[in-house]
């Protein structure tokens, strides 16, 4: 990290960053980890989850937006948590906490079945050529895993601008039994409650589509 990154790491890190034990890589979740988050947050809240939010160009104002709603965040790349938890202190957010974890390590063995009230995964990296498709985050078995963890008519909101990618989401979550998508593909529109960070506005700038989907648990 950067000296800045180091400072804010330093600074912030105790109020928002949640502790858990490993195996043997530094964003791995042993598996006996007891998490209670309602002790973490102080509070009991609605729970909603967000998969990677980078630097939080757009978890900081959406968490501020929602004071009601615990935020939990998986993030592994730790200069980006750095920046993270100095922009929620600078505008003094107070219900999101992150762990330096892999998300599917995290969901598995750190939240229980129907314990989510949303799910967000915005952006998350294509994996543009053919043979490294098989590393995209939503595959089937992803799929399952965090249908499991949401609740009853939970939704899980997506946003890519890959197209490929966005069909590859619809190819997967359409087929999957314990999911319903909220809009047909063409006709989703863009979530209103999601900012235009910089990274979709030089996207866009590109002549890059967004295409926002939602899914509910169905059951």
Known sequence: MRAGQRRAWEQHRSAFVIDVPRLETSTSVRPD?????????????????????GTGDSLVPMARARPECNIL???????????????????????????????????????????????????????PKARHHKRRLIQPAFADLVASRLKYRARWRLATDCSGYAESIRGVLDDHPGLVAEHEYEGAPRWASRPLTRFEQR?????????????????
């Open 33 to 53: 980890c007891d998490l209670d988050l309602d002790e973490e947050f102080g509070r009991q809240a609605p729970l909603i989850v967000e998969i990677g939010p």
């Open 73 to 127: 965040a998986f993030e592994v790349y730790q200069p980006a948590i750095a920046r993270l938890l100095n922009g929620l202190a600078a505008d003094e957010v107070d219900n999101v906490r992150v762990i330096a974890a892999d998300a599917v390590a995290g969901l598995t063995h750190l939240l229980p079945e129907r314990s989510v009230d949303e799910l967000w995964t915005f952006f998350p990296d294509p994996w």
């Open 203 to 219: 996207g866009v700038l590109a002549g890059r589509p967004v295409f926002d989907l939602t899914y509910r648990r169905a059951s």
